[in-house]
């Protein structure tokens, strides 16, 4: 295959697993909507590093379900994961699955710059990081950070006496949909992998 035609049909591939994506992410969030009976928005935040070396989240601003208008989202730039009391950063850097109440009062636990972010009426947060797998074996790669977190959230909070085993139901939804993220990241990088090596072994038996 000529690297133009693998170009073209790796482009359509991508936005192919994109739209996949946001039809899942779409169907996820009203799944943590309808269990926890209350509106919530969902985005996907991609992590990348600077020049220094620590990681940082910004937002995908196509890979987002917005059911609530949060102002303080739109001039959203980037945090980074290890700033305190980001409960995104905290799944980040566990690699775990999270959910954290915030009090009425969470605006004051910020430094300026990252509070201008996040928005005052926000109440819960559901956070799950999207592991980066071994594009072979699908394993957890331990000596990469991941890829980034998917994150539900919203400005009204569970009905307390339902809300601890539907919290679990929806951190099982937010695993699962990082889980195939995972995987459909992986079915990308695969298929450049065989290219590249597909060129690789066109070029040395020239």
Known sequence: ?????FRRLYATLQQR?????????????????????????????????DQEGRYYIRQ?????????????EFGFTRIYVDTP???????????VP?????PDDHSNWYEPDVGRMIEPQQRWVLACPVLRLDSLTNSHEMSHAPRGVIVFYGTQLPDEAASADAVQVCLGYAEQFAE???????MLELSTELESSSHGNTSGTS
């Open 85 to 95: 009391h980001i409960v995104s950063g905290k799944a980040f850097r566990d690699r």
């Open 17 to 49: 697993q994109r739209r996949i994506l946001e039809g899942m992410l779409t169907i996820v969030c009203k799944l943590v909507a309808k269990t926890l009976n209350i509106p919530c928005n969902a985005r996907y935040f991609v992590a990348e590093k």
């Open 98 to 102: 999270l959910y954290e109440e915030l």
């Open 60 to 72: 995908d601003r196509d890979l987002a379900v917005l059911n609530i208008r949060m102002p303080r």
């Open 1 to 5: 295959m000529q690297e133009d035609e």
């Open 180 to 186: 195939q993220m995972s995987h459909v990241f992986n």
